[in-house]
C-alpha cells in the first residue's frame, strides 16, 4: 500500500531526526574517525599515510598527547610539522585526523601572562581561562575595514618619538646586528603604555630562556605585565612550535583589536622564525631557493605582518601596530631576510654598532632609519619642537667625518659641528626609563632654539635632567595642550622657552661656544 507523500515525508523526518539525536547522545566514539599510519619521524616532522580525507593545515593528533600540522599534502603521504616531544614517536604509530586547525585561547584572562604558542601555561598561575579560541591563521583585514595611520603610538624614547615616529596600526621594523639593543627599545615602548590603554603582546621566538626570563622580569617589575601577554618558544624547542608562535600571538593581538582596543604586538624576532621555517622546509623536501630559503619565506611573513591594521570605526576602530625585529649580520641591511621585511613593513629603524660602541643609546641611525606614515602619525608638537633636528643631525655626522683629519674648519661649519655633538647627547637615553611627552617637549624645543649651545658638553646630560625636572612643573592645562591635535600656540611655546632657559642658567658659560680639540 502506497503511502501518502506528506506522510512519507513525516516518517523519513522522524527516522533522521532519531538518527541524529543518538549520535549526538552516544558521544564521539560513534562518530567516523580516520586514522593513519607513521611512516617515517625525522627532526621536528613526519611522514604518514592514509588520511586521504585530510586538508592543508589540519591539526592532527599523535599518540602522547602530541599534535601535528599538515604540511605537505601529496599524492601517497602527509608531510606534518611536529608541535611538541617527538621523542617517543615511531614508525607505525597511529595518527588520527581531527578536522580542525591549530588554535588559541584568546581574551583577557591572557593578560599578565606567559604562554606557549598553543596556550599551555609557562607561569605558576594554571591553564588560562579563556572562553574563546581563535585560529592561529587568519586572513588579514580587507583593505576597506581599514583606516589611515593617524595616532601617534608614543614610544617615550626621544630619537623615535621627534624623528622616526610610529602610528597606532603601523608596521615599523627594528633591524641590527647582534647586541645593539633591538630588544631594549621594543621593551622601552612596551613599558611607556602604561596608563596609555593599550594592550601588549610580546612574542619571544626561539630565543635563549635566559633573555625571555630577563624581559618578563623587567617588565613584571615595572608594572607592565598587567596589560602585557608573553608568548614563549625557546631556542630548544622544536621547529614547528617555533614556526607558528608568531601566528599564535597575533591571533591573540586580534581578539582585542576586533573588541576595538589598541595593541601593540613585538617579534624577537623573525629571523630565527625564517630559519625555523626554513628547517623544516628542507626536511620536507621542499625546494631551495635563494640562502637555501623556500620560495614563500616573503609570503609567510606578508601573511603575518598584513594583519596589523587600524580598523575603521564600523568595525570597532582598534588597531594593530607591529614591531618585527630582525637581526642582520656585519650591517648588512641588503640580505636576502631584511630586505623581505624592509619592502613589506611601513619603515625602519636601524642600530648601528660603531654607535653603540661610542656609547650612543639607543644606537639609532638617524640617516639609515625612516617612518613612511611620517608626520601623519606624530602629534603636531613634535612637528614644531624637532623642526629640521633630523637635517641638522645628518650634516653634523658628515661634517664630523671630515674633522676628524683635522681640516681647518670655518666658523659656520664649527657652530654647526658643535650643535650636532649636543643634539647627539640630548638624543641618548637609559635603558628602560621611557621619557613622558611634556619632558622630550621641553628638551627638543631648548635644542632646536640653540639654549644647549651655551652649556659645555660635559654638562649637556645634567642640563637635560634640570630641563625635565622644570617640564613636570608645567600646568595642567598646558601639558593637555601638548596631547591635542592643535598647533603649539606662541604664548605656550614662550612659557616652556622661559622654563627651559630657567634651568639651564646654571650650566651655561658666558662664551656662546666652546672650544674643543
Known amino acids: 500500500m502506497d503511502l501518502p507523500d506528506d506522510n512519507l515525508e513525516k516518517m523519513l523526518g522522524a527516522v533522521f531526526e532519531g538518527l541524529r539525536r543518538v549520535r549526538e547522545e552516544s558521544g564521539p566514539e560513534l562518530r567516523a574517525r580516520e586514522i593513519g599510519i607513521v611512516t617515517n619521524v625525522s627532526t621536528g616532522i613526519a611522514k604518514v599515510s592514509g588520511l586521504p580525507g585530510a586538508g592543508y593545515e589540519e591539526l592532527l593528533k599523535f599518540p602522547k598527547g602530541l599534535y601535528g600540522i599538515a604540511f605537505n599534502i601529496d599524492e601517497k603521504e602527509i608531510g606534518v610539522i611536529l608541535l611538541g616531544d617527538y621523542s617517543a614517536l615511531n614508525a607505525g604509530d597511529e595518527v588520527e585526523r581531527t578536522g580542525r586547525v591549530v588554535d588559541v585561547p584568546v581574551g583577557d584572562a591572557l593578560l599578565g601572562r606567559a604562554i606557549h604558542p598553543l596556550g599551555h601555561p609557562l607561569d605558576d598561575k594554571g591553564p588560562p581561562g579563556a572562553a574563546k579560541r581563535l585560529p592561529i591563521s587568519r586572513e588579514a583585514p580587507e583593505i576597506l575595514d581599514r583606516a589611515p595611520v593617524d595616532t601617534p603610538l608614543q614610544t617615550g624614547i626621544k630619537a623615535i618619538d621627534a624623528l622616526v615616529p610610529v602610528g597606532r596600526g603601523q608596521r615599523e621594523l627594528i633591524l641590527g646586528d647582534r647586541q645593539t639593543g633591538k630588544t631594549a627599545i621594543a621593551v622601552d615602548t612596551i613599558l611607556h603604555q602604561k596608563g596609555e590603554n593599550v594592550i601588549c603582546i610580546y612574542c619571544a621566538i626561539g630565543q635563549r630562556a635566559s633573555s625571555v626570563a630577563k624581559v618578563v622580569s623587567t617588565l613584571r617589575e615595572n608594572g607592565a605585565m598587567e596589560y602585557t601577554t608573553v608568548v614563549i618558544t625557546e631556542g630548544d624547542d622544536p621547529p614547528g612550535l617555533i614556526y607558528i608562535a608568531p601566528y599564535a600571538a597575533t591571533s591573540i593581538a586580534e581578539y582585542f583589536m576586533e573588541n576595538g582596543r589598541d595593541v601593540l604586538i613585538v617579534y624577537d624576532d623573525l629571523t630565527r622564525h625564517a630559519w ?73 629603524i636601524y642600530l648601528s654598532p660603531r654607535l653603540f660602541e661610542l656609547g650612543m643609546l639607543p644606537a639609532i641611525d638617524i640617516g639609515k632609519s625612516v617612518s613612511r606614515v611620517g608626520g601623519k602619525a606624530q602629534l603636531p608638537v613634535y612637528q614644531e619642537v624637532a623642526g629640521d633636528l633630523k637635517l641638522s643631525y645628518s650634516q653634523f655626522e658628515e661634517l664630523e667625518t671630515f674633522a676628524r683629519f683635522g681640516t681647518r674648519m670655518d666658523e659656520h661649519t664649527k657652530k654647526t659641528i658643535e650643535y650636532g655633538r649636543r643634539i647627539r647627547e640630548c638624543l641618548k637615553q637609559p635603558q628602560f626609563q621611557p621619557i613622558p611627552l611634556p619632558e622630550q617637549v621641553g628638551v627638543l624645543l631648548a635644542l632646536t632654539q640653540h639654549l644647549f649651545d651655551s652649556v659645555p658638553l660635559q654638562k649637556v646630560k645634567a642640563a637635560e635632567k634640570a630641563v625635565r625636572q622644570e617640564m613636570q612643573q608645567l600646568p595642567g592645562k598646558l601639558r593637555e595642550s601638548l596631547f591635542s591635535d592643535k598647533k603649539l600656540s606662541e604664548e605656550n611655546r614662550e612659557e616652556i622657552l622661559e622654563r627651559a632657559k630657567k634651568a639651564l642658567k646654571p650650566y651655561q658659560k658666558n662664551n656662546q661656544t666652546e672650544e674643543q680639540s
Open 276 to 348: 625555523a621555517y626554513r628547517e623544516l622546509s628542507l626536511l620536507l623536501r621542499r625546494p631551495p631557493g635563494r640562502e637555501a630559503y623556500p620560495g614563500d619565506i616573503f609570503y609567510i611573513h606578508s601573511r603575518l605582518l598584513e594583519r596589523a591594521t587600524h580598523l575603521r570605526e564600523e568595525k570597532g576602530g582598534g588597531s594593530l601596530t607591529a614591531l618585527p625585529i630582525i637581526e642582520t649580520e656585519e650591517q648588512n641591511i641588503s640580505a636576502y631576510i631584511p630586505t623581505n621585511l624592509i619592502s613589506i613593513t611601513d619603515g625602519q
